[in-house]
């Protein structure tokens, strides 16, 4: 059975640069995942995969629908400062994402020792 977009609301949001979308997509409960919906979406408007966010995707009990709410943005960059961080990591594969915490958490420490040592060496001049 071929999933079918219905638009509900088509926004386009022009302080925060992006069009805000709010669908129905039909017979798609328990069988299409964010990713698949990324990759619908992005094929029925031609435009990038990368500029595009969910935001929900919820269904109701006993109906074969899912109501699903998307952010499609103007350019990455527009996409990094509105958002949270926590909303790019999620759109990533495990190992990605893990690897990503991982060095960010790396980075933090590095930077704590870095402080750690340089005030040591502040109170040894005094």
Not at 7 to 15: G, H, I, K, Q, T
Not at 54 to 81: L, Q, R, T
């Amino acid at each position: 059975m071929e999933t079918e977009i219905v638009v509900l609301r088509d926004f386009d949001n022009l302080f925060m640069k992006r069009k805000e979308l709010r669908l129905i997509l039909k017979n798609a409960a328990g069988r299409i995942t964010k990713t698949d919906a990324i990759n619908l979406i992005a094929a029925k408007n031609n435009i990038e995969k990368k500029t595009i966010v969910p935001i929900s995707m919820n269904c109701s009990y006993g109906k074969p629908d899912v109501d699903a709410s998307f952010y499609i943005y103007e350019s990455e960059a527009a996409m990094k400062d509105s958002l949270p961080k926590h909303r790019n990591l999620r759109l990533l594969g495990k190992a990605e994402r893990k690897k990503i915490i991982e060095d960010e958490k790396a980075a933090k420490l590095k930077a704590k020792q870095a402080a750690l040592e340089s005030s040591k060496s502040g109170k040894k001049n005094k």
